[in-house]
């Protein structure tokens, strides 16, 4: 059930790699009063444009408020979105997406104003606005899980570039010629590091041989590999180290450009822990021209998991909205 809002509501959306969620919050506040999911079907399923387009207008109507005004409807999108059209380019779970003016389909069908973010921007807005992050004027923001995504607020504002496709942190060349990205690239940072890249290492170097506490045979996932290290596994603790190691180049890289007062790293893999983090803070200095680059840096973990797509949409629309927002970094 929702209550009564007197300054409105916020309609947030998630578009995730295996479900659409949407959730109604009020004017203030992180607890959402109306959650709804849809799960998202395989690839080889994906629906039309126009029945994955009404099956989210469908699951947003599902969390309307029947006793409040919405102040906007905001959506955090995977992939490359253009956040001043409103247009998603590509969305990765929904291939026949392809430069979906989703926002202005949005207004037309709800009549309130509308937004579309990437949702890595949007994450790192999460964490600037209210996780880890706050109070910071400057921050980096890496998400390390299937693929590996970022988000860079500078003088307290989210950095989007020209069509708003800024900081793809992932695809960053770290290894030239190196292992094939996902996106048909070679050598980038998500290629090396992401949690397919960790584990898909792991799985050659125990088919040359090496010692594992790992199944025989069989796919392993960056999971298993986390699992296995925190028990000793010397070929999981040296995949971790190895993703980081290049996770900190990249980092130094970064540093070198933005100059964050905070780093924070989100996604699945970032839980390992100090199995990964170590390895991250050994390789920083390493490749920084300066250590003072690292003079006050903060490295820290996303206090938002699996919500942080929601509460991304959700900063999205009160940072379009700031007198209705009482929260501020």
């Known amino acids: 059930m929702c209550y009564t809002s007197p300054m409105g509501y916020y309609i947030a959306v998630d578009i995730g790699g295996t479900q659409i969620r949407a959730a109604c919050y009020p004017s203030s506040g992180l607890e959402h009063l109306c959650l709804a999911r849809t799960t998202t079907r395989p690839t080889a399923e994906s629906p039309s444009p126009a029945t994955a387009q009404e099956r989210l207008m469908e699951l947003i109507a599902s969390v309307w408020p029947p006793d409040g005004e919405v102040t906007a409807i905001t959506v955090a999108a995977p992939g490359p979105t253009n956040p001043y059209t409103g247009v998603v380019f590509r969305a990765p779970n929904i291939p026949a997406w392809r430069d979906l003016p989703l926002a202005q389909e949005l207004r037309q069908r709800f009549y309130v104003p509308a937004a579309v973010g990437n949702d890595a921007n949007l994450a790192a807005l999460a964490e600037w606005k209210y996780g880890a992050g706050r109070g910071h004027h400057h921050l980096l923001y890496l998400t390390i899980s299937t693929g590996i995504g970022g988000g860079i607020i500078v003088d307290d504002r989210l950095l989007l570039g020209f069509q708003g496709l800024a900081a793809e942190l992932g695809h960053i060349t770290v290894i030239p010629d190196g292992p094939l990205c996902g996106c048909g690239h070679r050598g980038h940072l998500e290629a090396l590091a992401s949690g397919p890249a960790i584990a898909h290492w792991v799985e050659e170097e125990r088919s040359q041989g090496a010692p594992t506490c790992l199944p025989p045979a069989g796919k392993?996932?960056?999971?298993?590999?986390?699992?296995?290290?925190?028990?000793?596994?010397?070929?999981?603790?040296?995949?971790?180290?190895?993703?980081?190691?290049?996770?900190?180049?990249?980092?130094?890289?970064?540093?070198?450009?933005?100059?964050?007062?905070?780093?924070?790293?989100?996604?699945?893999?970032?839980?390992?822990?100090?199995?990964?983090?170590?390895?991250?803070?050994d390789a920083m200095p390493e490749h920084l021209f300066s250590p003072h680059y690292l003079d006050g840096l903060e490295l820290a973990t996303a206090q938002f998991a699996d919500e942080v797509g929601l509460v991304g949409a959700l900063a999205l629309g009160r940072t379009l909205h700031p007198a209705l927002d009482p929260v501020s970094s």
């Open 220 to 281: 392993i996932t960056a999971k298993m590999v986390a699992e296995a290290a925190r028990k000793g596994d010397e070929l999981s603790i040296a995949a971790l180290a190895r993703a980081g190691h290049f996770i900190g180049q990249a980092l130094a890289d970064f540093l070198h450009i933005f100059n964050p007062s905070i780093v924070v790293l989100g996604g699945g893999v970032s839980r390992s822990g100090e199995l990964l983090l170590q390895p991250i803070r």
